[in-house]
């Protein structure tokens, strides 16, 4: 049974392989996903056969008409798939050859090693977009928190100490841009997939006279010219898993943002911030403290960087040791890459659905930001505006810092004599340094959170999000 089963590779085999075997090997129970793909491969394989002559065009459309409605079947889950088939690519090839004789001929010049790599080159540029689309909307969601919250203040930290006071919509936009970078880098990824490996074979080409460059063309491994890219070394297209590894890194380094993200809200959420209260919808309640909500969807986020990760880590070490070219266990290659493509959308969804229904605290984060502490630095720099040395201002705003301490007033509420005692450089204006509109308006550079560079990162975000 098995070796009949097996008809597409058992003619040097006496016996087939063992249920156990069968159960073992097996990939179509993942790589099912591939089958339009698969299709979309086999489609322009067979046109090329028949551009070249190695069959005729009845066969080419015979062959078509049978592989569309095979995917018709797989849409809308007819198709019945089969464990001894072991993988996507025999599946479609036994079904199809049980309608169309010709499919008999369909894998002239070609080999499972260089279908399968075609398939996950088409597959890393659709995955690639489809996560580029999820970004876009998670970079839609912050920055509609961002417009809803135009005027609020909140303190910027560094080692989780108060450090100075941003826009909220500046801490925002910090996002944004991780989230671009993101973007970037799965575009990249989406780039370096695009070369076509058909026609490599099993390693080392074919003898027959094929044309590479149709077949690329037709599945749309182009550049910008339109000129077709067809890999340029057989056995490193069939061994190569490089894009695998990109795309994983891609995923695992939008985790770490994601994760980052997460914290903070975490952190914004909690009673001794409660900067933001958290939707419900994305918040669970525990089963035995009443009045608990627990920010499940952040804390998920945070913990599903760590399957990220841990997907590119398998993917490392699958390919670490293996000598050229295709291995059998490069099969293993799909499961952390279709994972992480899941979790990765999966987590995009749930970043913007969390983001999408924040609301700001208003009152918290103006209390917050109104700690005079967060303009020690503005006093600094008011005394070098007066001609002090920085090093000799920051010391003498630590010792203003520490008199206030002492005194146990906030460090606006010293008197000009007090100040005085420490430098001299302080005059009448010293306490203006405090006003925290006009210490934001001062902050004008490039990139930083002055009103005039936010409301210009408001317009360049709202342009580049549409
Ligand atoms: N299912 C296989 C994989 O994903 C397809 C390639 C099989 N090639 C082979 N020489 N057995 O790797």
Known sequence: MAKQAQATWGGRFSAGPAELMLRFSESVSFDRRLAPFDIQGSKAHSAMLAKVGLISQKERDAIHRGLDAIGREIAAGQFTWHTKFEDVHMNIEQALTRRVPAAAKLHTARSRNDQVATDMRLYFKAACAEIIGHITAAQRAILKVAEKNRDVLIPGYTHLQRAQPVFLAHHLFAYLEMLARDAERFATVADHANWCPLGSG???????????????????????????????????????????????????????????????????????????????????????????????????????????????????????????????????????????????????????????????????????????????????????????????????????????????????????????????????????????????????????????????QFKRWAKLLG
């Open 202 to 456: 099993a390693i080392a080409g074919t003898t027959l006279p094929i044309d590479r460059e149709f077949t690329a063309k037709l599945l749309g491994f182009v550049d910008e010219a339109g000129r077709p890219r067809a890999t340029r070394n057989s056995m490193g297209a069939v061994s190569d898993r490089d894009t695998y590894i990109e795309f994983a890194a891609a995923c695992a380094l939008a985790g770490v943002h994601f994760s980052r993200i997460a914290e903070d809200l975490i952190l914004w959420a909690s009673h001794e911030f409660k900067f933001v209260d958290l939707p419900d919808a994305f918040c669970t309640g525990s089963s035995l403290m009443p009045q608990k909500k627990n920010p499940d969807s952040l804390e998920l986020l945070r913990g599903k960087s760590a399957r990220l990760q841990g997907n590119l880590h398998t993917l490392l070490v699958l390919v670490k040791g293996l000598p050229l070219t295709y291995n059998r266990d490069l099969q293993e290659d799909k499961p952390p890459v279709f994972d992480s493509h899941d979790q990765t959308v999966l987590c995009l969804q749930v970043l913007a659905g969390t983001i999408a229904g924040l609301k700001m605290n208003r009152a918290k984060c103006a209390t917050a930001v109104a700690d005079p502490a967060l303009l020690a630095t503005d006093l600094a720099d008011y005394l070098v505006r007066r001609g002090v040395a920085f090093r000799e201002a920051h010391h003498a705003v630590g010792a203003v810092v520490r008199l206030a301490e002492e005194k146990k007033v906030a460090l606006d509420r010293l008197t000009l004599a007090e100040v005085r005692t420490v430098h001299p450089g302080f005059a009448r204006d010293w306490v203006e340094s405090f006003h925290l509109q006009k210490a934001m308006a001062r902050r004008q550079g490039t990139g930083m959170p002055g009103p005039a560079q936010v409301a210009l």
